[in-house]
Nanobody, 121 residues
Framework: QVQVVESGGDLVQPGGSLRLACAVSGTIVKIMAMGWYRQGPPEERAMVAFIRNDDSTGYAESVKGRFTISKDNAKNTTFLQMNDLKVEDTAVYYC???????????????WGQGTQVTVSS
C-alpha cells in the first residue's frame, strides 16, 4: 500500500504565501517523480509543478517565478512554496507520486486526497 498525504492548505490574502507538503509512505521501492496538480471550479485538473528523481523541475506558465517545488528524499516528501498568491490560484491542490512499490513492479501514479487553497481578501 502507498499513501500520499497533502497538508498546508489554508485561506490566505492576495500577495500572501503558503507552503504545501506532500508525504509519501508505504511500500515504496523507488520514486521517479512527484508533483502537484490543482483543480478550481469550473476548470479541469491542471499540472502545477513537478520534480523528477534527477531534481529536474517543471512548472505551469501561470506559476513560474512564484511557485517553487522541492523535495526531501530521506522523508519521501515534496514541498510547494507558493508566493505572491493570486485569487486565480484558488483551488484544491493534489499531490502525486510516480513510483515503484513492493507490490507493484511497474511504475504507477498515486494520488493524494487534495488540500484546499483559498486566496481571498
Amino acid at each position: 500500500q502507498v499513501q500520499v498525504v497533502e497538508s498546508g492548505g489554508d485561506l490566505v490574502q492576495p500577495g500572501g504565501s503558503l507552503r504545501l507538503a506532500c508525504a509519501v509512505s508505504g511500500t515504496i521501492v523507488k520514486i521517479m517523480a512527484m508533483g502537484w496538480y490543482r483543480q478550481g471550479p469550473p476548470e479541469e485538473r491542471a499540472m502545477v509543478a513537478f520534480i523528477r528523481n534527477d531534481d529536474s523541475t517543471g512548472y505551469a506558465e501561470s506559476v513560474k517565478g512564484r511557485f517553487t517545488i522541492s523535495k526531501d528524499n530521506a522523508k519521501n516528501t515534496t514541498f510547494l512554496q507558493m508566493n505572491d498568491l493570486k485569487v486565480e490560484d484558488t483551488a484544491v491542490y493534489y499531490c502525486y507520486v510516480i513510483a515503484q512499490s513492493a507490490t507493484r513492479s511497474s511504475l504507477f501514479q498515486y494520488w493524494g486526497q487534495g488540500t484546499q487553497v483559498t486566496v481571498s481578501s
